[in-house]
């Protein structure tokens, strides 16, 4: 199972509201990614963890908030988001944090009103 | 510090001829390159990869790219182009050191006419 899902498909927020992003994998991989991706862009990263555990923070704004409860879960917790936050956003998750190859998921649309 | 440049933002065929999307790569390391493709509203699925073994990558779906460190290049062919290959393509490469960063190039959507 090559598989990492991530849910809801779709959301709509507005400025106030607080959300979470959730992504799952069964693969055994102890590396996780977050990674925006704007219209037409390619993606960019946000968060790496590595065996639970924050190893990377693209300086995003303290509005996402990481977390990985166990090595199958990752969530992105949304708070006080700005229309600019509205994108695509994909977890991808890979065995381990070094040469590995990166599965990602189908991504979670995110527009913020 | 590394980087990849896609060369052609927009490649347009006619179904059932060859596909020719262009990738250079800067890298002071043997790098490791990748092709993905994501489909539209969709992620992005791994096409191939490239970690020092055969310089000629088979991919799936018929994909293929060759690593040239000569001309610093992994440009991704496929011999006959299907309706259900127009998508946006990303050549990827990873950062040597700092963990299992990757570097996109700006992508090349590939449109399949009839």
């Known amino acids: 199972d090559t598989e990492v899902t991530q849910t809801p498909k779709h959301l709509v927020m507005g400025m106030t509201n607080k959300k979470s992003l959730k992504c799952e994998q069964h693969?055994?991989?102890?590396?996780m990614y977050w990674y925006k991706q704007k219209a037409k862009k390619p993606p960019e990263l946000m968060f790496v963890y590595s065996y639970e555990k924050l190893s990377i923070n693209e300086s995003v704004p303290s509005r996402f908030s990481p977390e990985c409860p166990n090595s199958s879960l990752l969530n992105l917790h949304l708070h006080a988001l700005q229309p600019e936050d509205s994108a695509l956003y994909l977890c991808a998750s890979s065995p381990l944090a070094g040469v590995e190859t990166q599965y990602f998921g189908p991504g979670t649309r995110l527009l913020v009103l | 510090a590394q980087s990849v440049t896609q060369l052609d933002s927009h490649v347009s065929v006619s179904e059932g001829t060859p596909v020719l999307l262009r990738c250079n790569y800067s890298?002071?390391?043997?790098?490791?390159l990748f092709w993905y493709v994501q489909h539209p509203n969709k992620g992005l699925q791994l096409l191939l990869k490239?970690?020092?073994?055969?310089?000629l990558v088979k991919g799936i779906n018929g994909f293929e790219a060759e690593f040239k460190k000569s001309e610093t290049s992994f440009h991704l062919t496929k011999p006959s182009a299907h309706m259900s290959d127009a998508a946006e393509y990303f050549c990827v490469v990873r950062l040597t050191g700092g963990g299992n960063k990757l570097t996109f190039g700006t992508g090349t959507q590939l449109k399949v006419e009839l």
């Open positions: 890298s002071s390391y043997s790098p490791s």
């Open positions: 490239y970690t020092s073994a055969a310089t």
């Open positions: 693969m055994g991989h102890r590396a």
